[in-house]
């Protein structure tokens, strides 16, 4: 069992920047793959952004190349999504899942998680 708790989310005005973090609890956090996952109002929940166990493979969907990040420390069981010239549409619920790693990933599918966060807010404002 592993436990996610998010952070960091808030208002910001566009442009602007934010770090989000995962904090991780329970079982060895560096066995696991970890997605970031946004939904917004009314929306179906998106894939974000993902890295693998040892921070080695990192993956991005289109729209937030280039603006965001995601990085781990399994020192510390955390994982962050450091995003940074937000823009009004990155307005969501943030989400943090985990999945004990395996050689194919399926990390952009929400399914393939058994474990999520309760989700962090973030607001852009134009």
């Known amino acids: 069992q592993v436990q996610l708790v998010e952070s960091g989310g808030g208002l910001v005005q566009a442009g602007g920047s934010l770090r989000l973090s995962c904090a991780a609890s329970?079982?060895?956090?560096?066995?696991?793959?970890v997605g970031w996952f946004r939904q917004a109002p009314g929306g179906e929940r998106e894939f974000v952004a993902a890295?693998?166990?040892?921070?080695?493979?990192?993956d991005y969907i289109d729209s937030v190349k280039g603006r965001f990040t995601i990085s781990r420390d399994n020192a510390k069981n955390t994982v962050f999504l450091q995003m940074n010239s937000l823009k009004p549409e990155d307005t969501a619920v943030y989400y943090c899942?985990?999945?004990?790693?395996?050689?194919?990933?399926?990390?952009?599918?929400?399914?393939?998680?058994?474990?999520w966060g309760q989700g962090t807010q973030v607001t852009v404002s134009s």
């Open positions: 890295i693998s166990w040892s921070g080695d493979y990192t």
């Open positions: 899942a985990a999945e004990e790693t395996r050689p194919i990933k399926y990390w952009t599918h929400a399914s393939w998680y058994d474990y």
């Open positions: 329970g079982r060895t956090f560096s066995n696991y793959d």
